[in-house]
């Protein structure tokens, strides 16, 4: 299976803050990755798929690039409603795979 | 409005069995792939299994593989996965997700889940 990495596994933020996330992959997946946002005690939500689209209804501040195995998740400028955990995940193949998580702290 | 509402989770000896079902609504559901995504007590997310969206081509976690599996009624808009030999590991919130209708390997909606709790 493939390993996505995620770093750094927390970050503590301010309001108005410029956050990047990585994620890697263990081999190749071109640019067949998801972005993922979850609040506590609800369900996941779609932020980009195929590691730059945005999805429908998704705010302009959240951004995605790479390809091959590295790739970001930018916030350019953090809101209230962005402290949250993030997930990156690939489709390349089954299984599909996660990677561990990001949490996005109030500083 | 677009829903997945799960159901059939519960209390489970190890080694015993569990059917839970994926009720979907708001969208024409033959139209998509759909699959099962878990979350263990403070853990991430750990996709379970998949199908398509005439039930011909199914996949799964290594994890569950040989003990699950997961099927689908069109006809009544359900999703489903059999679960069997549970283990302490299958602990988790069970989600059913939506495949996105463009890039069929993304997840566009996704139920609150249903609890699973594997336990002596």
């Known amino acids: 299976a493939i390993r996505m990495t995620q770093s750094p596994s927390s970050l503590s933020a301010s309001t108005g803050d410029r956050v990047t996330i990585t994620c890697r992959a263990s081999q190749g997946i071109s640019s067949y990755l998801a972005w993922y946002q979850q609040k506590p005690g609800k369900a996941p939500k779609l932020l980009i798929y195929?590691?730059?689209t945005l999805q429908s209804g998704v705010p302009s501040r959240f951004s995605g690039s790479g390809s091959g195995t590295d790739f970001t998740l930018t916030i350019s400028c953090l809101q209230s409603e962005d402290f949250a955990t993030y997930y990156c995940?690939?489709?390349?193949?089954?299984?599909?795979?996660f990677g561990q998580g990001t949490k996005v702290e109030i500083k | 409005e677009v829903q997945l509402v799960e159901s059939g989770g519960g209390v489970v000896r190890p080694g015993g069995s569990l059917r839970l079902s994926c009720a979907a609504s708001g969208f024409t559901f033959d139209d998509y792939g759909m699959s099962w995504v878990r979350q263990g007590p403070g853990k991430g997310l750990e996709w379970v299994s998949g199908i398509n969206w005439n039930g011909g081509n199914t996949g799964y976690a290594d994890s569950v593989k040989g003990r699950f599996t997961i099927s689908r009624d069109n006809a009544k808009n359900s999703l489903y996965l059999q679960m069997n030999s549970l283990r302490a590991e299958d602990t988790a919130l069970y989600h059913c997700?939506?495949?996105?209708?463009?890039?069929?390997?993304?997840?566009?909606?996704w139920g609150q889940g249903t609890m699973v709790t594997v336990s002596s």
């Open positions: 995940q690939q489709y390349y193949n089954y299984p599909r795979t």
């Open positions: 195929a590691a730059s």
């Open positions: 997700a939506r495949s996105h209708i463009v890039v069929a390997g993304a997840f566009d909606i």
